[in-house]
T-cell receptor, first 113, second 109 residues
Framework: DTEVTQTPKHLVMGMTNKKSLKCEQH?????MYWYKQKAKKPPELMFV???????INESVPSRFSPECPNSSLLNLHLHALQPEDSALYLC????????????FGPGTRLTVL | QKEVEQNSGPLSVPEGAIASLNCTYS??????FFWYRQYSGKSPELIMF????GDKEDGRFTAQLNKASQYVSLLIRDSQPSDSATYLC?????????FGKGNQVVVIP
């Protein structure tokens, strides 16, 4: 199994909702990442799980909350999002804790109404 | 200066021709360089990575790295309509992967 899976594929939520995005990898990779990608822009790093700890991009609003239940799962909890948070949310993993190739999941297309 | 720059606009190439994409980076300490292909509405797919100066070939793709000049390029030989996509250059640095803005390639049958 050489893939990163993400659920759901699509999500529509209101600004008062709480939802979660899930990401799983079965490759025994040591690091996992959450990215946000707006249309015609490159991916922007939000969170990194490596060296068995979560690192946060300080520019990411607190309405996004990562959780790493174990080394193969990385969740992203969403609360009180804004319409400008609508984007493609990508999960990736890499074999090394840092450096090396990152492999992306198919993404979750999020729409905030 | 941006960390990773891909300055070329959309690139249109005839089917069967060579597509050439360039990328420059600012961090001289970068060690790893990647090219991702992204189809519209899909996630990025890693197609090439290169760590050493010189050329690396994989099928119709060739990555070229010149650390002294701080650039990395991607050549797509015998371009096919299925190569029409956005190509993202990525460079490791500051404990994260820095992406260029991407170059759109359109292969004309």
């Amino acid at each position: 199994d050489t893939e990163v899976t993400q659920t759901p594929k699509h999500l529509v939520m209101g600004m008062t909702n709480k939802k979660s995005l899930k990401c799983e990898q079965h490759m025994g990779h040591r690091a996992m990442y959450w990215y946000k990608q707006k249309a015609k822009k490159p991916p922007e790093l939000m969170f990194v799980y490596s060296y068995e700890k979560l690192s946060i991009n300080e520019s990411v609003p607190s309405r996004f909350s990562p959780e790493c239940p174990n080394s193969s799962l990385l969740n992203l909890h969403l609360h009180a999002l804004q319409p400008e948070d609508s984007a493609l949310y990508l999960c990736a993993s890499s074999q090394k804790n840092w450096g090396g190739e990152q492999f992306f999941g198919p993404g979750t297309r999020l729409t905030v109404l | 200066q941006k960390e990773v720059e891909q300055n070329s606009g959309p690139l249109s190439v005839p089917e069967g021709a060579i597509a050439s994409l360039n990328c420059t980076y600012s961090d001289r300490g970068s060690q790893s360089f990647f090219w991702y292909r992204q189809y519209s509405g899909k996630s990025p797919e890693l197609i090439m990575f290169i760590y050493s100066n010189g050329d690396k070939e994989d099928g119709r793709f060739t990555a070229q790295l010149n650390k002294a000049s701080q650039y990395v390029s991607l050549l797509i030989r015998d371009s096919q309509p299925s190569d029409s996509a956005t190509y993202l250059c990525a460079v490791d640095g500051n404990n994260r992967l820095a992406f260029g803005k991407g170059n759109q390639v359109v292969v004309i049958p």
